[in-house]
């Protein structure tokens, strides 16, 4: 708070004057302190900094429901310490970044819902963005892996139809072939997916600028019109969007 320095007067009832001068110290409300952050930057800030939480618990079910630790336990941890830690518990999250929180919640459809939300969240506790480079190099791999009596692990291998075939001195065999399945990883279609995901994390920035960013929607955070990399892939990457 500011305070300013004002004079007053005091009034003598009897003598129906005005007598003497005296200071009086005013407290004035300061100025909130707006900042100033691109909408990546915000989300870091809150889902990072603030720790915020996307719940879509429409229903209210889970409302009331946390973890609960009972007087016993504490104090068996208070004697297997040796002594009581002062203080404890957590400070709460900043309202600006609960906001911020719930329009990533809402995200629609058509910026990916909630797939795409849980994909913003992650990205800004992480402090980055989704990897856009993908496998270029094609891969042959197992499918699964199976755990051997020694720690090891092995290729899964799985038993084929039975076949007959004719060995020596005209006898009929039979057995059963063993195969690997396999899958093939990488290539052209693992960079078009991890492009893909990125521009689509990138509309929703871009829808959640537009959202955040309106007058009086946040208190104590002005978003900016700076964007991450539209195509980082390209040589321009280093030139910073606006909206």
């Known amino acids: 708070m500011k305070q300013d320095v004002v004079q007053a007067m005091g009034f003598d009832r009897q003598s129906g004057r005005v007598v ?12 909130r302190v707006v900042r100033e952050m691109p909408i990546q930057r ?7 900094v603030e720790h915020a939480r996307i719940d879509f618990d429409l229903t209210g079910a889970r409302q009331f429901d946390r973890v609960g ?3 016993e336990y504490v104090l068996m941890q ?6 009581n830690v002062d203080g404890g518990g957590v400070s709460g999250v900043h309202p ?14 058509g910026c990916g819902g909630r797939r795409m939300a849980v994909l913003v969240a992650e990205c800004a506790r992480a402090g980055g963005a ?5 496998d270029e190099r094609r891969r042959v791999v197992p499918k699964g892996w199976d755990l051997q009596d020694d720690g090891s692990w092995s290729a899964h291998v799985e038993q084929g139809d039975e076949y007959r075939f004719v060995a020596a001195r005209s006898r009929v065999r039979t057995g059963r072939a063993t195969y690997c399945p396999v899958s093939i990883t990488g290539g052209v279609w ?17 829808h959640l600028a537009h959202v955040v960013g309106q007058p009086g929607y946040l208190s104590s955070v002005a978003i900016t019109g700076q964007l991450p990399p539209l195509s980082p892939w390209k040589k321009e990457f280093d030139v910073p969007q606006q909206i």
């Open 78 to 83: 208070r004697a297997r310490l040796g002594c």
């Open 20 to 31: 003497g001068h005296r200071a009086v110290r005013v407290a004035q409300p300061m100025r």
């Open 96 to 109: 600006d970044a609960e906001l911020i929180a719930a329009a990533v919640e809402a995200l629609p459809e």
């Open 130 to 134: 989704p990897d856009w480079r993908g």
């Open 69 to 71: 630790v009972s007087p």
């Open 42 to 48: 915000a989300l870091e800030w809150a889902f990072g």
């Open 190 to 206: 693992s960079v078009a997916a991890a492009r893909r995901a990125y521009l689509g994390w990138y509309g929703a920035l871009l």
